[in-house]
């Protein structure tokens, strides 16, 4: 009777983890689905804002992987432009790093994902939005 109690305990504990991990794998079957994406950077404190398109793909390993194209600002497209660095999805919540910055982002009821961006040098911010290009 022990064992059935434990049993139930572990599985009852159990159920979430594998509830996020379903959810999550399902947000980047969506993130690559709903590709490309086009991003939309606002700068804190009037720094401008900045768009670019944003494409999720799985590699032959069934990891997330990116890549940043059309970057707006001509200055930094060689820079910005190019493969997203360990992107992933885990308790929901979306995080990359470009030669830019970094992200973290989640999804709203209106189909896109909103967060913020850091710069590297972490000496400004901005707030992120990603809006899918097909339904």
Do not use: C, H
């Not at 434990?6 to 983890?17: D, G, K, M, R, Y």
């Not at 190019?82 to 982002?105: D, Q, W």
């Amino acid at each position: 009777m022990r064992l059935v109690r434990i049993f139930v305990l572990l599985a009852t504990l159990a159920v979430p983890v594998l509830a996020v991990a379903l959810d999550d794998a399902a947000l980047i079957d969506q993130l690559v689905a709903r590709s490309p994406w086009k991003g939309l950077n606002i700068g804190d404190g009037g720094l401008g804002t900045v768009s670019y398109d944003i494409t999720f793909d799985k590699d032959s390993s069934g990891r997330l992987t990116a890549v940043v194209s059309n970057y707006s600002i001509p200055a930094f497209a060689g820079i910005a432009n190019g493969p997203v660095k360990a992107p992933s999805v885990e308790k929901g919540v979306l995080r990359f790093e470009t030669n830019r910055g970094s992200y973290k982002l989640t999804p709203g009821p209106d189909e896109k994902w909103t967060g913020d961006a850091l710069s590297l040098d972490k000496s400004f911010g901005a707030a992120v939005s990603l809006t899918p290009t097909k339904k």
